[in-house]
């Protein structure tokens, strides 16, 4: 009999909700393992909290001696970023007599400004997100635990569990050892910002476009994904509708199919990091990444990623022709990338550790076949 995992996440996000996508990715995977994955959403905006936690108390009789896996983050427990509820629905599971993991998609606060609200928001996020990881049996971070300020550098509860790509994988799409001298080269552009670094992503591009330009003659820029869509006249103008394919948000097929055609990802949406939905899905399509390095070293920079120093656009711009015009070293950041996706960042890899961290080995004449999944794809992550 399969072993059942309880995945309880907050509201729904809407137009798109990445820890969602994550749960039917990893769903999917650890299926291929004799386990269940039940994601179960607590709709608290839709029900009120009254009405979300009486449910939650009716569902919970269920899942004596099973493990609950929450989600944690800000905006998913509470409209203006103060979690307090997210403890009271941890506590609502313990008392069934589950065994709780928590998975902080946030484990540290959210940005936020100089005003006293901003203050109090953050020190609240810092309160609930320390007393989550108390209360919780397993704590389990996106990140290395080491890159995490607070977190206790000794305890056996806390435990680094990566994200994966919410793309189908097409790590050997295209094989690029040896192509074509006279090609023309594909940069790919996923996800732009919504916000005032807008103007400086779109500025990035300008630059990166023009030096690959003069230097290659021509060349093919695909931007897609959140934001790219709204920004299209900004774009076009900075960039000239020449060479330059505006594509908007499209399906996750779509997305795959693009980032492994392309020759390199361009990201200028922040620093590169592991825990950007976008810089997965290049590195789960084989890509080869350039973009600005984060403040703090990720097992992702062990990927075929070139980075450079944060916000330096003529070093972005001359790393994304040096990816260009040398073949041999695009291939060998494409081979990186491979082998990252197939160590650190696949699904299969994902749902390994959570099988060992929760010991949820099934006994072998107990796991069923290999089987392709049938959840449905969702849209990728942002």
Same mark, same amino acid.
């Given at each position: ?62 899942? %004596? #001696? *099973?493990?609950?896996? /929450?989600?944690?983050?800000?905006? +998913? ?7 307090? !509820?997210? =403890? ?64 206790? %550098? #000794? *305890?056996?509860?806390? /435990?680094?569990?990566?994200?994966? +790509? ?7 799409? !295209?094989? =690029? ?87 390199? =990802? ?117």
């Amino acid at each position: 009999m399969a072993k059942t995992v309880i995945a309880l996440l907050g509201r729904k996000e809407r137009p798109t909700d990445g820890v969602a996508d994550y749960c039917t990715f990893l769903s999917a995977a650890l299926s291929n393992h004799g386990i269940n994955m039940e994601t179960v959403h607590v709709e608290w905006d839709q029900h009120g909290w009254g009405g979300a936690l009486s449910d939650l108390r009716r569902r919970r009789a269920n899942w %004596r #001696n *099973s493990w609950v896996v /929450l989600h944690y983050t800000a905006m +998913a427990w509470s409209r203006r970023g103060f979690p307090v !509820r997210f =403890l009271h629905v941890l506590a609502n599971v313990r008392r069934s007599g589950s065994r709780c993991a928590v998975v902080f998609h946030e484990a540290v606060r959210q940005p936020g400004g100089a005003r006293l609200r901003d203050e109090a928001r953050g020190a609240c996020q810092d309160w609930v997100i320390r007393r989550a990881f108390r209360a919780a049996d397993k704590a389990i971070f996106t990140v290395p635990v080491g890159n995490i300020p607070w977190a206790p %550098r #000794n *305890s056996t509860k806390a /435990l680094y569990i990566p994200i994966g +790509a919410n793309i189908p994988e097409r790590t050997c799409a !295209r094989d =690029l050892s040896a192509p074509p001298a006279q090609a023309q080269k594909t940069v790919a552009v996923f996800c732009l910002s919504q916000n005032s670094n807008l103007a400086l992503e779109i500025a990035d591009l300008a630059r990166a476009a023009e030096r690959v330009r003069d230097s290659l003659g021509t060349a093919r820029f695909v931007i897609l994904g959140k934001g790219s869509e709204e920004a299209r006249p900004k774009i076009e103008s900075a960039l000239g509708a020449k060479g330059v394919d505006v594509l908007g948000r499209v399906s996750a097929e779509d997305v795959a199919g693009t980032l492994a055609s392309s020759d390199v =990802l361009l990201f200028v949406y922040g620093s590169v990091s592991q825990t950007r939905g976008s810089v997965l899905a290049g590195i789960a399509c084989g890509l080869p990444i350039v973009g600005y390095a984060a403040a703090v070293r990720e097992p992702i920079c062990d990927a075929g990623v070139e980075l450079v120093p944060y916000r330096d656009r003529e070093a972005l711009a001359a790393g994304l022709l040096r990816v260009l015009n040398d073949d041999s070293l695009r291939a060998d950041l494409r081979q990186k990338s491979r082998d990252a996706q197939k160590r650190e960042f696949s699904w299969e890899s994902i749902a390994q550790k959570y099988i060992d961290a929760l010991d949820l080995n099934v006994a072998a004449t107990e796991t069923l076949p290999h089987m392709p999944s049938g959840n449905q794809v969702p849209h990728p992550a942002q």
